[in-house]
């Protein structure tokens, strides 16, 4: 099958300018103004934004969490990413301790091998670093193409390692080229708050937030980016969402140490306040929304290339499923839906309104979580040869964000009634039409597992 993109305004990371791209099966062969060739399809993006498919590096797929699964499946989850113009997500497999990273790769395959609409990527999170576990992290570079190994610095008893697990992990994945991410929050610390706040029957969900407090990942922030300094193991913050974590990462640049940072849409555009509202779970994820200054920080720190990306944390639960806190807000899972919103929401909040550039929200959306993640220059640009995962955006549609429209598995929206100039009009995945007036055109199985290379520390 081959497809012509015919006079559209192409938007990489570095570039902007329109001409006309001819895709052959999965790929883009040519670029160039008025291509004298014809096309099996042909799309006319006259007036429109032609940018490469979004790629969410942190999302939870159906994963088993605080007692209940993510409502969200592999193949509800991916498809909503498309309709968002995400063509490409990272999700996560949790090994449970006592068991293997094997293990838990076979327990995450069977959810969502076969079932996956768009193309999708593990993170391999590491919950318990032990001489057997050690010995899988080549395995998992070399052989399963998963080059990104998660870490908790939180969650005790679950997820948490400990810093002795944290550096001997670092020096196992700088050895043969991974990169460690991290969810940097004291994890002791929090679980102290929220037991005082129990103990003093403090339950709504305000307390999460305030069992939470900035110095909690400011704190895990600097102690992560002191071990990967000792280490000079790559690393990679993620949901990073204040001032006082940027600063730990502004501090680790002054010894030219490079620690990545990913935020996350919500921190950028919503805030604390929302936890007084009587649906205040809706919000309660982790770590918490923040204050105005600390959007501030982030929107300054994406300009300053300090945040190198912006993702999701894409974990959602129906509202039945936050009741299990109704009582009690550590009893809320934790964990919101904006896997199909990112795309429209950056670009209308961020780029719209001025506060960063057309190639900069491509960078932080699609580029660099391909070069972080090892699959530059096959995803994350448009380029010869490169996977034509192509988003055709309208840059003028006003729509508004809602639960009843929208593809989620999850009966409300964090952003309901949100009104977003730009919209995503067709999508293409690896070449086919997989979005096209508002319909979703492939099928489940269509999304494929992408084995990752070895880290690019250098972007
Ligand atoms: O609230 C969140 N973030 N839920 C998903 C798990 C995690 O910590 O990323
Ligand atoms: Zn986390
Ligand atoms: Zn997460």
């Known amino acids: 099958m081959s497809v012509l993109i015919k006079n559209g305004r192409i938007i990489t990371a570095s570039e902007d300018y329109v001409a006309d791209i001819f895709i052959e099966g999965e790929k883009i062969k040519s670029i160039g103004k008025n291509l004298q060739v014809q096309g099996e399809k042909e799309i006319d993006a006259t007036g429109k ?5 979004g790629i969410d590096p942190h999302v939870h797929l159906d994963m088993p969490f605080m007692g209940t699964f993510s409502s969200d499946n592999y193949e509800t989850g991916t498809r909503a990413a498309l309709y968002g113009g995400t063509t490409m997500v990272i999700d996560f497999i949790l090994q449970k301790q006592g068991h293997s990273l094997h293990e838990a790769l076979s327990e995450w395959q069977g959810r969502s091998n076969n079932n996956c609409v768009g193309d999708y990527s593990f993170h391999m999170a590491v919950t318990d670093f032990n001489d057997n576990t050690c010995k899988e992290i080549s395995q998992m570079i070399n052989e399963e193409g998963i080059t990104s190994f998660k870490t908790f610095m939180a969650y005790k008893g679950a997820l948490m390692i400990d810093d002795r697990q944290m550096v001997g992990l670092m020096e196992e994945v700088k050895k043969h080229g991974g990169l ?3 969810h940097a929050t004291n994890g002791d610390m929090i679980d102290y708050l929220i037991a005082k706040h129990r103990a003093e029957g403090k339950l709504s969900p305000l307390y999460h937030y305030l069992s939470q407090p900035e110095v909690t990942e400011a704190e895990a922030s600097e102690r992560f980016a002191d071990m990967a300094n000792y280490t000079g193991c790559p690393g990679y ?11 730990a990462v502004r501090n680790a ?3 030219n ?3 990545f940072v990913e935020t996350c849409i919500q921190y950028l555009i919503i805030d604390a306040s929302l936890y007084e509202k009587e649906d205040g779970a809706k919000w309660v994820m982790s770590p918490p929304l923040r204050e105005k200054k600390d959007q501030e920080t982030l929107w300054a720190g994406i300009n300053q290339g300090l945040v190198q990306v ?3 944390d894409h974990c959602p639960f129906k509202w039945q499923q ?5 009582d009690d807000f550590s009893k809320i899972p934790n964990g919101h839906p904006a896997i199909e919103n990112r795309m429209e929401l950056l670009f209308s909040e961020g780029v719209n309104k001025g506060r960063i550039t057309l190639n900069k929200y491509i960078e932080v959306a699609c580029t660099n979580p391909a070069k972080i993640f090892g699959m530059f220059p096959r995803k994350g640009t448009i380029g010869i040869d490169s996977d034509a995962d192509i988003v055709i955006f309208d840059p003028e ?9 929208h593809h989620m598995n999850v009966d409300y929206s964090a952003y309901e009634g949100w009104e977003l100039t730009g919209k995503v009009k067709t999508v293409l995945l690896r070449g086919k039409v997989a979005i096209e007036n508002n319909h979703c055109i492939v099928d489940k199985g269509y999304g494929k597992f992408i084995k990752r290379n070895k880290v690019d520390s250098k972007i």
């Open 310 to 312: 912006v993702a999701t």
């Open 322 to 326: 936050k009741l299990m806190g109704k």
């Open 180 to 182: 460690i991410n991290v």
């Open 253 to 255: 640049t002054r010894r």
């Open 397 to 405: 549609e006003k729509h508004k964000i809602s639960a009843k429209t």
């Open 257 to 259: 140490q490079k620690v």
């Open 237 to 247: 913050i993620v949901h990073l969402t204040c001032e006082g974590a940027l600063n």
């Open 49 to 53: 934004l032609v940018f490469p498919g």
